[in-house]
């Protein structure tokens, strides 16, 4: 019998070096000041996400969600705003919403106390994880 030995290809430490700062310099975004088309300003502002309907931005006064309807033309463009794919994804999240609270009307009384208090911890979570974001989150709403 023969025996087959596999080889694992080695890594090149460089090449995972040079993608790791890619990815990280890609990442990086420069803080700029943005003004939505009712006056809000938000100064030094860093994007840390972009979603089909909106970015989220980091300033010294918190986090926020800025939707791209609350933003001029311009700034649309520059995050390749997509009106049809925005409606989209908020079209997906309240079914993906509607069928969670369908399966919670349907459970039985152990099954809803259960969904409610995994529900409760991963708010705690959350709320420990990002306090900046959930408190902020709170003012705007």
């Given at each position: 019998?023969?025996?087959?030995?596999?080889?694992?290809?080695?890594?090149?430490?460089?090449?995972?070096?040079?993608?790791?700062?890619?990815?990280?310099?890609?990442?990086?975004?420069?803080?700029?000041?943005?003004?939505?088309?009712?006056g809000k300003e938000y100064k030094d502002a860093t994007v840390s996400r972009v979603e089909p309907d909106g970015i989220t931005v980091k300033t010294k006064s918190g986090i926020s969600k800025v939707y791209f309807t609350e933003l001029p033309k311009d700034v649309q463009g520059q995050f390749h705003y997509?009106?049809?794919?925005?409606?989209?994804?908020?079209?997906?999240?309240?079914?993906?919403?509607?069928?969670?609270?369908?399966?919670?009307?349907?459970?039985?009384?152990?099954?809803r106390k259960q969904y409610t208090e995994q529900q409760g911890k991963q708010r705690h979570i959350q709320a420990r994880l990002e306090p900046e974001f959930h408190n902020h989150s709170r003012d705007q709403h």
């Open positions: 019998m023969e025996s087959k030995r596999r080889r694992i290809p080695r890594v090149n430490s460089q090449n995972i070096t040079l993608a790791i700062l890619a990815t990280l310099s890609a990442s990086l975004a420069l803080a700029e000041d943005f003004k939505t088309v009712n997509d009106p049809a794919q925005a409606a989209a994804a908020q079209a997906a999240a309240a079914q993906q919403t509607e069928q969670l609270n369908k399966q919670l009307r349907d459970a039985s009384g152990s099954e």
